[in-house]
T-cell receptor, first 113, second 115 residues
């Protein structure tokens, strides 16, 4: 069964540094999402992406965040200048559309020191 | 705006007994409801969904969920729990007719099945 894959599984970065989290969605899916889960808390929506542009974003997704789909397969989340509070598990999800569910990757654990 | 409440942080059940994980929701339009399961160090794995039709929906691994419109609930159930069902369970909702919008999740319920 096709899967959403995310790399790296764990990223440790110094505060203020840039990080790029990578995702390869399921190949025929059209809608892409990033969520995050701070340890012990609920899963929170960050941003959705469709037709090569952001379709919706949450208040968490400020100017430090950006997304792109540079080559038609990878879907990346960039945090330009990381803060301690960015430490979380980041999940990528993709969706075929219609009434199909979102499929999630195994996540990237981001640790900011 | 949509919201989901999972009133129990933890549910403990003996192996072989029935289990229920509770979820209530709030949505302005018609609900599109989901249950996901998260095993340690893994992503969210889709279990089942409700769109319309029969109020009892069946999903993966013997799980089912009952939609109750009057109580705005979507409780997850399984007739006979297994130790391997121990995991974190998330209920999620979105408005059915708002298109492909983000999911709104509950805070999760940790299920422990004891042998």
């Amino acid at each position: 069964e096709p899967e959403v894959t995310q790399t790296p599984s764990h990223q440790v970065t110094q505060m203020g540094q840039e990080v790029i989290l990578r995702c390869v969605p399921i190949s025929n899916h059209l809608y892409f999402y990033w969520y995050r889960q701070i340890l012990g808390q609920k899963v929170e929506f960050l941003v959705s992406f469709y037709n090569n542009e952001i379709s919706e974003k949450s208040e968490i997704f400020d100017d430090q965040f950006s997304v792109e789909r540079p080559d038609g397969s990878n879907f990346t989340l960039k945090i330009r200048s990381t803060k301690l509070e960015d430490s979380a598990m980041y999940f990528c999800a993709s969706e075929a559309g219609g009434s199909q569910p979102q499929h999630f990757g195994d996540g990237t654990r981001l640790s900011i020191l | 705006a949509q919201s989901v409440a999972q009133p129990e942080d933890q549910v403990n059940v003996a192996e072989g007994n029935p289990l229920t994980v509770k979820c209530t929701y709030s949505v302005s339009g018609n609900p599109y409801l989901f249950w996901y399961v998260q095993y340690p160090n893994r992503g969210l794995q889709f279990l089942l969904k409700y769109i319309t039709g029969d109020n009892l929906v069946k999903g993966s691994y013997g799980f089912e969920a009952e939609f109750n419109k009057s109580q705005t609930s979507f409780h997850l159930k399984k007739p006979s729990a297994l130790v391997s069902d121990s995991a974190l369970y998330f209920c999620a909702v979105r408005d059915l007719y708002s298109g492909n919008t983000p999911l709104v999740f509950g805070k999760g319920t940790r299920l422990s099945v004891i042998a």
